[in-house]
């Protein structure tokens, strides 16, 4: 059975920086592009940013560039999203989330955790 578990989410100030974390099992975690995405209440799951099975390539949206960074560590079967300068429209839940292939669709992605709240104040 395929688990991914997000954590490290909470309440931060708007300028501020948090690490998510995700903890993969019961998959080839290096064989899997990982991605992480959001959603607000009331809107649709967002694409943030996803990276290769051999963390040598990442794919973001420009909206989230330079302040998104995803890492990923095969070793350990974990993948990191450091987000920095955090504003109040970053506030969601964040999900991880793992596909075969390099991919920015919601639906193009096979497995899912649970989701991890963050929350920013201004």
């Known amino acids: 059975q395929v688990q991914l578990v997000e954590s490290g989410g909470g309440l931060v100030r708007a300028g501020g920086s948090l690490r998510l974390s995700c903890g993969a099992s019961?998959?080839?975690?290096?064989?899997?592009?990982m991605g992480w995405f959001r959603q607000a209440p009331g809107k649709e799951r967002e694409f943030v940013v996803c990276?290769?099975?051999?963390?040598?390539?990442?794919m973001t949206t420009d909206s989230m560039k330079g302040r998104f960074t995803i890492s990923r560590d095969n070793a350990k079967k974990m993948v990191y999203l450091q987000m920095n300068s955090l504003q109040p429209g970053d506030t969601a839940v964040y999900y991880c989330?793992?596909?075969?292939?390099?991919?920015?669709?919601?639906?193009?992605?096979?497995?899912w955790g649970q989701g991890i709240q963050v929350t920013v104040s201004s």
């Open positions: 019961g998959l080839t975690f290096s064989s899997y592009v």
């Open positions: 989330a793992a596909t075969p292939r390099l991919a920015s669709r919601a639906v193009d992605y096979h497995y």
């Open positions: 990276i290769t099975a051999d963390g040598d390539t990442t």
